[in-house]
């Protein structure tokens, strides 16, 4: 099943650094998630995208910012990190915000920051 | 505050019965999800609860009591594919997926 993808699957970059991770999702979805898996900690969400519009940013450090130019496309751009942010960032979808929808997760962007 | 709890770890022999249990505080509450992960994959769905009883699928089945804050997925039969991290998640009343720590689970021959 390949219903949500993620690229790359690992990334290691320097703390001044710019780069981005990509998600896509081929399920006609129109909710888009980014969330943070670290070890043995509970996922985090960062934001919430719905129809495109950002409906979710649980205070996220400003060094993240995300990106949704479509319902099938979700960015995150990433610059000048800490290596606290070395983490599995995981993308998810689902078929819209507001109601009792399952979320389908891509297989994540396992990041270090040197 | 909201908040999920369930066990680290646990370990279970092949071909035995494992339950995973997870208590839950949420403000407002719109269902129960199980997810399971392997180890550098993604999590992957296994059941959603919203009224109480069980809800049985194939080798797993999973339970919800909402007046007590409490959910348990139910392994049978289990195989050595089983090991995995199992993720425990409320939906609050935004509809926001509020997440356990998982419980790594490790199957012995």
């Known amino acids: 099943e390949t219903g949500v993808t993620q690229t790359p699957r690992h990334l290691v970059m320097g703390m001044t650094n710019k780069k981005s991770l990509k998600c896509e999702q081929h399920?006609?979805?129109?909710?888009m998630y980014w969330y943070k898996q670290s070890a043995k900690k509970p996922l985090e969400l960062m934001f919430v995208y719905n129809f495109k519009e950002q409906t979710e940013n649980n205070s996220v450090p400003s060094r993240f910012s995300p990106e949704c130019p479509n319902s099938s496309h979700l960015f995150l751009h990433l610059h000048t990190l800490q290596p606290e942010d070395s983490a599995l960032y995981l993308c998810a979808s689902s078929q819209e915000m507001g109601t009792a929808n399952t979320q389908y997760f891509g297989p994540g962007t396992r990041l270090t920051v040197l | 505050g909201q908040n999920i709890d369930q066990p680290t770890e646990m370990t279970a022999t092949e071909g035995a019965i494992v339950q995973i249990n997870c208590t839950y505080q949420t403000s407002g509450f719109n269902g129960l999800f199980w997810y399971q992960q392997h180890a550098g994959e993604a999590p992957t769905f296994l059941s959603y609860?919203?009224l109480d009883g069980l809800e049985e699928k194939g080798r797993f089945s999973s339970f919800l009591s909402r007046s007590k804050g409490y959910s348990y997925l139910l392994l049978k039969e289990l195989q050595m594919k089983d090991s995995a991290s199992y993720l425990c998640?409320?939906?609050?009343?935004?509809?926001?997926?509020?997440w356990g720590a998982g419980t790594k689970l490790i199957i012995k021959p």
């Open positions: 609860n919203v």
């Open positions: 998640a409320a939906m609050d009343s935004n509809y926001q997926l509020i």
């Open positions: 399920l006609g979805h129109n909710a």
